[in-house]
Nanobody
Framework: QVQLVESGGGSVQAGGSLRLSCVAS????????MGWFRQAPGRERDGVAG???????NIADSVKGRFTISRDNAKNTLYLQMNRLQPEDTAMYFC????????????????????WGQGTQVTVSS
């Protein structure tokens, strides 16, 4: 089993920045692929960014150029740096992990991930 705990959410004004963190514990070898997803009220949970343990990444077009995903394998921590935030970025952000090395396509699709965190809320006001 893997436990994922997100932090770093909050309320910011448009144009601001936040950095989300996700700490993994438990069976760490099951975190080969990790990703960030977000879900706004009444909408589906969409992929934002994903990364494998060897550094392959994929970023959703909607956030490309504004968001950066990274991980510190020594600290078992996943990060999402979010810059130039917009009101449409408002959502609950979830961390996910899987033991398999996902393809670039798979990194952004929730069905491929086995483990999920509880989420952290990000609210961007105009």
């Amino acid at each position: 089993q893997v436990q994922l705990v997100e932090s770093g959410g909050g309320s910011v004004q448009a144009g601001g920045s936040l950095r989300l963190s996700c700490v993994a514990s438990g069976y760490i070898s099951s975190t080969v692929s990790m990703g960030w997803f977000r879900q706004a009220p009444g909408r589906e949970r969409d992929g934002v960014a994903g990364i494998t343990s060897d550094g392959n990444t994929n970023i959703a077009d909607s956030v490309k150029g504004r968001f950066t995903i990274s991980r510190d394998n020594a600290k078992n921590t996943l990060y999402l740096q979010m810059n130039r935030l917009q009101p449409e970025d408002t959502a609950m952000y979830f961390c996910a992990a899987d033991a398999s090395r996902l393809s670039s396509w798979g990194l952004l699709h929730r069905g491929w991930y086995k483990y999920w965190g509880q989420g952290t809320q990000v609210t961007v006001s105009s």
